[in-house]
């Protein structure tokens, strides 16, 4: 059974930064790519960011490109999400989710297998 738990969000000021955590658990993390969504009130979860298996490839969305990174740490069952530059719009509860291919290839929730229960992110203007 896989274990996915984000942590590290809350509320900042335009302009800030938070950086966002995903622990993995329950089978061997390293082998799959990892992704981040979110999903703001009355609007649909919608794909940020993607990392391959070693870390090696990333994709990101275009309207958070130049501001987030995406980086893992497979000793110890990690992946992060660095957020500069926050923005109102980028208000929204974050997951962390599993992709079940070792590869930077999926961008839609159904291309997920786990998921996290989410952290909030809140960015005041």
């Known amino acids: 059974q896989v274990q996915l738990v984000e942590s590290g969000g809350g509320l900042v000021q335009a302009g800030g930064s938070l950086r966002l955590s995903c622990a993995g658990s329950?089978?061997?993390?390293?082998?799959?790519?990892m992704g981040w969504f979110r999903q703001a009130p009355g609007k649909e979860r919608e794909f940020v960011a993607v990392?391959?298996?070693?870390?090696?490839?990333?994709n990101y969305a275009d309207s958070v490109k130049g501001r987030f990174a995406i980086s893992r740490d497979n000793a110890r069952n990690k992946v992060y999400m660095q957020m500069n530059s926050l923005e109102p719009e980028d208000t929204a509860v974050y997951y962390c989710?599993?992709?079940?291919?070792?590869?930077?290839?999926?961008?839609?929730?159904?291309?997920?297998?786990?998921w996290g229960q989410g952290t909030q992110v809140t960015v005041s203007s």
């Open positions: 329950g089978r061997t993390f390293s082998t799959y790519a």
């Open positions: 990392i391959s298996w070693n870390g090696g490839r990333t």
């Open positions: 989710a599993e992709n079940p291919t070792p590869y930077v290839s999926g961008t839609t929730p159904k291309d997920y297998a786990y």
